[in-house]
């Protein structure tokens, strides 16, 4: 599978489970924007079968090549970016683990119990990535619980492997060219701003600003029914020139840990 087919079919995957992101799309090209991608992210946990190093295979094989590595103390989780080596459109890759081992039994048990009914065949192949939750059904119970130690463990427990996560450019936007007026025009059209360290993470003096909506709530078929939880958010992500004059391609932990809260648990 090609580059393009890869990205159109983790849009396709990411859009149908989260209508507010396609909502958001068309929005801007109503408004008569261009929209061009600047990274997708993906979650995943640091278990051999599954970490960082499976997930980017397919991009790895497609002309992509690490960039950076990033540490998040607190929420303890380890992430790679990457970039093509040719496309300067092609957007990057971010790619997060969990380091369960800093986590309770509870937890560790819990993801290894969910991972250990994957075939070697699914992690072997390139599909991972769109596969979801190739689990059983998840239960709300071990999910609530799940959710008072990590976010993004509950998270990945219930969506699995797929994109969580495409970003707008702003920089290619015409009309909405800073992210006063991006989310602006989010909270005029409803949509919900994550504020987690402010509306705007990051400033032009650190090269990259970020923002993104929070997690559209989606229904999720549990073992012990329907519940309404938060799935994927779409990002928007505007970047400045440094002293060469060449755009910052890079990330900042302290401002991605925020980002990171979108998809915490809230009701609407």
Known sequence: MNLEQTFNKLWEGYTSQNPAVQQVYDLFIREGERVVNDHIAFRTFNDPRVNIDVISKPFLSNGYVEKGTYRFEEKKLFAKHYEHKKDPEAPRVFISELLIQNFSLFLQESVLQALDQISLE??????????????????????????????????????????????????????????????????????????????????PEELLEQSSIKSGIVKVRFVEGDFEIPGCYYEFARRYPDENGKLYSGFIAKSADKIFESTNFYKK
């Open 122 to 203: 699914r992690i072997d192949a390139d599909g991972l990535i769109f596969s979801g939750r190739i689990w059983e059904k998840p239960s709300f119970e071990i999910y609530s619980k799940l959710k008072e130690e990590s976010e993004y463990a509950a998270w990945v427990y219930v969506f699995g492997f797929c994109a969580n996560h495409f970003t707008v450019s702003v920089n290619y936007l015409q009309r909405h060219n800073t992210l006063e007026k991006v989310n602006s025009l989010l909270k005029s059209s409803g949509f919900l701003i994550n504020d987690a360290g402010g509306e705007i993470k990051g400033t």
